[in-house]
């Protein structure tokens, strides 16, 4: 089965501490998104990566920082410094950045991150 | 103002009722129009794009682009309770050599059976 897979789908972390939250694709895309989602305001771009060794920061990058070693993974940590940190966090994925291939992104399942 | 607006509801109809969801835009440089739907606690998935201005037609799903008043529209006819969920408009293009692709905050529909 070709997808998305996001691990844990809950997480609950204590205030302070540093959390990492998986994404794995094994759909061959070369574009990979991070976006927090909260009520009322839609879903909002974290960081994206177009391919491997680089990434853009979004509109909220600010106490997040990721990585993109391998194609298939592109994990996101949510540091100390994020001041509002619980969410909902979707990663996605998309074949071509920038081309007129990208009308889809196909997502994950999600992570429910609590901070307390 | 926000690049892209859409009502956030609850819209609430009676199952067989025709459903219009709608977005407008700010950005002229949009090309791609998407729908996504959203059932709680998931991820989005794709349910239809439109390339440019038009009309597009899946089974009980249309969605209609009308670019000079940077307005599109999802219709879902016949609506069943399984299309209750929340329909999030997406939109891409390039601005000045930046490419974006911007969600709405999504529209939750129920439907009454």
């Known amino acids: 089965d070709g997808g998305i897979t996001q691990s844990p789908k809950y997480l609950f972390r204590k205030e302070g501490q540093n959390v990492t939250l998986s994404c794995e694709q094994n759909l061959n895309h070369d574009a990979m998104y991070w976006y927090r989602q909260d009520p009322g305001q839609g879903l909002r771009l974290i960081y994206y990566?177009?391919?491997?060794?680089?990434?853009q920061k979004g509109d909220i990058a600010e106490g997040y920082s990721v990585s993109r070693e391998k194609k298939e993974s592109f994990p996101l940590t949510v540091t100390s410094a994020q001041k509002n940190p619980t969410a909902f966090y979707l990663c996605?994925?998309?074949?071509?950045?920038?081309?007129?291939?990208?009308?889809?992104?196909?997502f994950g399942p999600g992570t429910r991150l609590t901070v307390t | 103002q926000k690049e892209v607006e859409q009502d956030p509801g609850p819209l609430s109809v009676p199952e067989g009722a025709i459903v219009s969801l709608n977005c407008t835009y700010s950005n002229s440089a949009f090309q791609y129009f998407m729908w996504y739907r959203q059932y709680s606690r998931k991820g989005p998935e794709l349910l239809m794009y439109?390339?440019?201005?038009g009309n597009k037609e899946d089974g009980r799903f249309t969605a209609q682009v009308d670019k000079s008043s940077k307005y599109i529209s999802l219709f879902i006819r016949d609506s069943q309770p399984s299309d209750s969920a929340t329909y999030l408009c997406?939109?891409?293009?390039?601005?000045?050599?930046?490419?974006?692709?911007?969600f709405g905050t999504g529209t939750r529909l129920k439907v009454l059976a």
């Open positions: 997406a939109m891409s293009g390039a601005t000045s050599g930046t490419y974006k692709y911007i």
């Open positions: 996605a994925s998309s074949p071509a950045p920038g081309t007129a291939l990208t009308y889809e992104q196909y």
């Open positions: 990566s177009q391919i491997v060794n680089d990434f």
């Open positions: 439109t390339y440019s201005s």
